[in-house]
Protein backbone atom coordinates (compact mmCIF):
# COMPACT_ATOMS: atom_id res chain seq x y z
CA UNK A 1 0.00 0.00 0.00
CA UNK A 2 2.57 2.58 0.64
CA UNK A 3 4.39 1.54 -2.57
CA UNK A 4 1.17 2.64 -4.47
CA UNK A 5 0.91 5.68 -2.13
CA UNK A 6 4.35 6.62 -3.33
CA UNK A 7 3.69 5.80 -6.87
CA UNK A 8 0.50 7.90 -6.85
CA UNK A 9 2.26 10.90 -5.56
CA UNK A 10 4.93 10.63 -7.99
CA UNK A 11 2.73 10.89 -11.31
CA UNK A 12 0.64 13.28 -9.31
CA UNK A 13 3.89 15.32 -8.87
CA UNK A 14 5.16 14.56 -12.32
CA UNK A 15 2.59 16.25 -14.22
CA UNK A 16 2.60 19.44 -11.89
CA UNK A 17 5.52 19.60 -12.21
CA UNK A 18 6.76 18.67 -15.62
CA UNK A 19 5.86 21.54 -17.62
CA UNK A 20 7.44 23.50 -15.61
CA UNK A 21 10.57 21.70 -16.30
CA UNK A 22 10.46 21.51 -19.72
CA UNK A 23 9.65 25.55 -19.78
CA UNK A 24 13.05 26.14 -17.52
CA UNK A 25 15.17 23.61 -19.96
CA UNK A 26 13.92 25.31 -23.12
CA UNK A 27 14.85 28.99 -22.19
CA UNK A 28 18.06 28.03 -22.81
CA UNK A 29 17.35 26.85 -26.08
CA UNK A 30 19.13 28.71 -28.91
CA UNK A 31 16.30 28.48 -31.74
CA UNK A 32 12.88 30.08 -31.08
CA UNK A 33 11.06 27.19 -32.03
CA UNK A 34 10.39 23.38 -29.52
CA UNK A 35 13.13 21.94 -31.12
CA UNK A 36 16.81 22.18 -29.15
CA UNK A 37 19.16 23.87 -31.36
CA UNK A 38 21.79 24.20 -28.37
CA UNK A 39 22.61 26.05 -24.64
CA UNK A 40 22.47 29.95 -24.44
CA UNK A 41 22.02 32.79 -22.00
CA UNK A 42 20.91 35.21 -24.92
CA UNK A 43 16.98 35.25 -23.96
CA UNK A 44 17.77 36.06 -20.30
CA UNK A 45 19.78 38.88 -21.68
CA UNK A 46 17.61 40.16 -24.24
CA UNK A 47 14.56 39.90 -21.42
CA UNK A 48 16.49 43.04 -19.19
CA UNK A 49 17.08 44.49 -22.75
CA UNK A 50 13.47 44.82 -23.46
CA UNK A 51 11.95 47.90 -22.43
CA UNK A 52 7.87 46.81 -22.82
CA UNK A 53 8.58 43.61 -20.41
CA UNK A 54 10.58 45.56 -17.96
CA UNK A 55 8.08 48.26 -17.54
CA UNK A 56 5.35 45.11 -17.26
CA UNK A 57 7.32 43.79 -14.99
CA UNK A 58 7.63 46.87 -13.24
CA UNK A 59 3.85 47.91 -12.75
CA UNK A 60 2.79 44.07 -12.01
CA UNK A 61 5.48 44.44 -8.95
CA UNK A 62 4.82 47.97 -7.97
CA UNK A 63 1.15 46.89 -7.76
CA UNK A 64 1.55 43.47 -6.17
CA UNK A 65 3.67 45.06 -3.59
CA UNK A 66 1.01 48.39 -2.80
CA UNK A 67 -1.60 45.96 -2.77
CA UNK A 68 -0.68 42.95 -0.50
CA UNK A 69 0.58 46.16 1.98
CA UNK A 70 -2.77 47.92 2.25
CA UNK A 71 -4.77 44.39 2.01
CA UNK A 72 -2.71 42.90 4.97
CA UNK A 73 -3.38 46.19 7.02
CA UNK A 74 -7.08 46.78 6.01
CA UNK A 75 -7.71 42.81 6.23
CA UNK A 76 -5.94 42.23 9.33
CA UNK A 77 -8.48 45.39 10.88
CA UNK A 78 -11.45 43.74 9.78
CA UNK A 79 -10.13 40.39 11.07
CA UNK A 80 -10.14 41.98 14.70
CA UNK A 81 -13.27 43.42 13.73
CA UNK A 82 -14.96 40.77 12.86
CA UNK A 83 -13.84 38.57 16.16
CA UNK A 84 -15.25 41.15 18.21
CA UNK A 85 -18.58 40.35 16.89
CA UNK A 86 -20.83 37.80 18.63
CA UNK A 87 -23.18 35.32 17.51
CA UNK A 88 -25.11 35.87 13.96
CA UNK A 89 -23.75 39.57 13.52
CA UNK A 90 -19.96 37.57 12.95
CA UNK A 91 -21.51 34.64 11.25
CA UNK A 92 -23.27 36.92 8.79
CA UNK A 93 -20.14 39.52 8.43
CA UNK A 94 -18.08 36.89 7.60
CA UNK A 95 -20.07 34.99 5.27
CA UNK A 96 -20.03 38.03 3.71
CA UNK A 97 -16.15 38.68 3.72
CA UNK A 98 -15.92 35.32 2.08
CA UNK A 99 -18.52 36.01 -1.19
CA UNK A 100 -15.63 37.68 -2.60
CA UNK A 101 -13.69 34.57 -2.61
CA UNK A 102 -16.09 32.46 -3.65
CA UNK A 103 -17.25 34.22 -6.56
CA UNK A 104 -15.50 33.60 -9.86
CA UNK A 105 -13.26 36.25 -11.02
CA UNK A 106 -14.67 37.56 -13.90
CA UNK A 107 -17.77 38.44 -11.98
CA UNK A 108 -15.92 40.74 -9.53
CA UNK A 109 -13.51 42.10 -12.89
CA UNK A 110 -17.20 43.14 -15.10
CA UNK A 111 -18.71 44.34 -11.82
CA UNK A 112 -15.69 46.11 -10.63
CA UNK A 113 -15.61 47.31 -14.93
CA UNK A 114 -18.73 49.16 -14.63
CA UNK A 115 -18.31 50.63 -11.44
CA UNK A 116 -15.01 52.40 -12.35
CA UNK A 117 -16.73 53.33 -15.62
CA UNK A 118 -19.74 55.03 -13.64
CA UNK A 119 -17.67 56.96 -11.26
CA UNK A 120 -14.66 57.90 -14.31
CA UNK A 121 -18.35 59.27 -16.05
CA UNK A 122 -18.81 61.18 -12.92
CA UNK A 123 -15.62 62.45 -11.60
CA UNK A 124 -13.85 62.57 -14.90
CA UNK A 125 -10.97 59.97 -14.91
CA UNK A 126 -9.72 57.11 -16.43
CA UNK A 127 -9.26 53.67 -15.63
CA UNK A 128 -4.69 52.66 -15.16
CA UNK A 129 -2.69 52.44 -12.38
CA UNK A 130 -5.40 53.27 -9.51
CA UNK A 131 -8.32 51.42 -10.73
CA UNK A 132 -5.90 48.18 -10.94
CA UNK A 133 -4.73 48.72 -7.55
CA UNK A 134 -8.27 49.77 -5.86
CA UNK A 135 -9.47 46.36 -7.30
CA UNK A 136 -6.40 44.49 -6.30
CA UNK A 137 -6.96 45.56 -2.99
CA UNK A 138 -10.51 44.10 -3.02
CA UNK A 139 -9.49 40.84 -4.15
CA UNK A 140 -6.58 40.31 -1.67
CA UNK A 141 -8.25 41.85 1.43
CA UNK A 142 -10.49 38.87 2.49
CA UNK A 143 -8.00 36.19 2.12
CA UNK A 144 -5.85 37.76 4.71
CA UNK A 145 -9.31 38.04 6.50
CA UNK A 146 -9.17 34.21 6.28
CA UNK A 147 -5.32 34.22 7.48
CA UNK A 148 -5.39 35.86 10.24
CA UNK A 149 -8.85 34.97 11.72
CA UNK A 150 -7.65 31.70 13.09
CA UNK A 151 -5.21 32.72 15.01
CA UNK A 152 -6.99 35.61 16.68
CA UNK A 153 -9.36 32.90 17.41
CA UNK A 154 -6.10 30.68 19.37
CA UNK A 155 -4.36 33.74 21.19
CA UNK A 156 -4.61 34.15 24.77
CA UNK A 157 -6.27 37.13 25.77
CA UNK A 158 -4.85 36.85 29.27
CA UNK A 159 -1.65 38.27 27.66
CA UNK A 160 -2.83 41.27 26.33
CA UNK A 161 -4.00 41.74 29.87
CA UNK A 162 -1.77 41.27 31.46
CA UNK A 163 0.66 43.92 29.58
CA UNK A 164 -2.04 46.29 30.53
CA UNK A 165 -1.99 45.93 34.17
CA UNK A 166 2.12 46.05 33.77
CA UNK A 167 1.72 49.49 32.76
CA UNK A 168 1.21 49.60 28.38
CA UNK A 169 -1.73 51.72 27.23
CA UNK A 170 -3.86 49.89 24.72
CA UNK A 171 -1.96 50.73 21.52
CA UNK A 172 1.50 49.58 23.34
CA UNK A 173 -0.14 46.31 24.38
CA UNK A 174 -1.56 45.72 21.14
CA UNK A 175 1.52 46.28 19.15
CA UNK A 176 3.63 44.30 21.25
CA UNK A 177 1.23 41.78 22.33
CA UNK A 178 -1.72 41.61 19.84
CA UNK A 179 0.28 41.99 16.25
CA UNK A 180 3.24 39.86 17.54
CA UNK A 181 0.56 36.51 18.56
CA UNK A 182 -1.41 37.64 15.27
CA UNK A 183 2.08 38.29 12.90
CA UNK A 184 2.40 34.45 11.43
CA UNK A 185 -1.07 34.75 9.97
CA UNK A 186 -0.41 38.43 8.85
CA UNK A 187 2.83 37.34 7.31
CA UNK A 188 0.77 34.16 5.89
CA UNK A 189 -1.59 36.95 4.40
CA UNK A 190 0.43 38.98 2.91
CA UNK A 191 2.28 36.51 1.13
CA UNK A 192 -0.96 35.56 -0.36
CA UNK A 193 -1.81 38.77 -0.91
CA UNK A 194 1.15 39.30 -2.89
CA UNK A 195 0.73 36.04 -4.98
CA UNK A 196 -3.19 36.15 -5.68
CA UNK A 197 -1.64 40.04 -7.46
CA UNK A 198 1.07 38.97 -8.63
CA UNK A 199 -0.63 36.14 -11.02
CA UNK A 200 -4.05 37.87 -11.91
CA UNK A 201 -5.13 38.28 -15.01
CA UNK A 202 -9.03 38.34 -15.01
CA UNK A 203 -9.63 41.64 -12.93
CA UNK A 204 -6.52 43.49 -14.68
CA UNK A 205 -7.62 42.95 -17.67
CA UNK A 206 -11.18 44.54 -16.98
CA UNK A 207 -10.19 47.48 -14.90
CA UNK A 208 -7.19 48.50 -16.14
CA UNK A 209 -7.91 50.50 -18.72
CA UNK A 210 -6.20 51.18 -22.66
CA UNK A 211 -2.89 52.54 -21.43
CA UNK A 212 -1.74 50.59 -18.13
CA UNK A 213 0.05 47.36 -18.87
CA UNK A 214 0.94 44.25 -16.43
CA UNK A 215 3.24 41.21 -17.31
CA UNK A 216 -0.31 39.10 -17.71
CA UNK A 217 -1.84 41.33 -19.95
CA UNK A 218 1.31 41.79 -21.87
CA UNK A 219 2.11 37.73 -22.03
CA UNK A 220 -1.74 37.69 -23.34
CA UNK A 221 -1.23 40.32 -25.92
CA UNK A 222 1.91 38.00 -26.93
CA UNK A 223 -0.02 35.02 -27.75
CA UNK A 224 -1.44 36.80 -30.23
CA UNK A 225 1.67 36.47 -32.21
CA UNK A 226 4.57 33.69 -31.31
CA UNK A 227 5.32 34.26 -27.74
CA UNK A 228 9.01 34.59 -27.39
CA UNK A 229 11.56 32.69 -25.32
CA UNK A 230 12.32 35.74 -23.29
CA UNK A 231 8.89 34.62 -21.38
CA UNK A 232 10.11 31.55 -20.91
CA UNK A 233 13.48 33.04 -19.13
CA UNK A 234 11.55 35.30 -17.31
CA UNK A 235 8.99 32.51 -16.16
CA UNK A 236 11.85 30.35 -15.06
CA UNK A 237 13.27 33.52 -13.09
CA UNK A 238 9.92 34.17 -11.37
CA UNK A 239 9.35 30.89 -10.33
CA UNK A 240 12.97 30.25 -9.21
CA UNK A 241 11.94 33.26 -7.11
CA UNK A 242 9.13 31.07 -5.49
CA UNK A 243 10.92 28.59 -4.60
CA UNK A 244 13.39 30.01 -2.52
CA UNK A 245 10.98 32.33 -0.45
CA UNK A 246 8.69 29.22 -0.17
CA UNK A 247 11.66 27.57 1.54
CA UNK A 248 12.94 30.74 3.62
CA UNK A 249 9.40 30.64 4.76
CA UNK A 250 9.58 26.59 5.63
CA UNK A 251 12.67 27.24 7.43
CA UNK A 252 11.47 30.17 9.45
CA UNK A 253 8.43 28.59 10.25
CA UNK A 254 9.77 25.03 11.35
CA UNK A 255 12.41 26.92 13.74
CA UNK A 256 9.19 28.48 15.49
CA UNK A 257 7.81 25.32 15.63
CA UNK A 258 10.96 24.00 17.47
CA UNK A 259 11.21 26.67 19.58
CA UNK A 260 7.50 26.02 20.43
CA UNK A 261 8.53 21.94 21.34
CA UNK A 262 5.71 20.96 18.57
CA UNK A 263 8.78 19.53 16.42
CA UNK A 264 11.82 17.68 18.11
CA UNK A 265 15.19 19.16 17.22
Not at 97 to 114: A, F, K, Q
Amino acid sequence: MKKLSKIYTGIILFFMYMPIIVLIIFSFNNGKTTVWKGFTLRWYTDLFRDGHIMNSLWNTLLVAIIASVVATILGTMAAIGINNFTGKKRILVQNVSNVSILSPDIVTGVSLMLMFTIAGVAFHFQMGFWTVLLAHITLCAPYVVLSVLPRIRHMDYSTYEAALDLGCNQWQAFRKVVVHELMPGIFTGFLMSFTYSLDDFVITYFTRGASFQTLSIQIYTMTHQRISPKINALSALMFVAVIILMLIINIKDRKEEKKLGHVPA
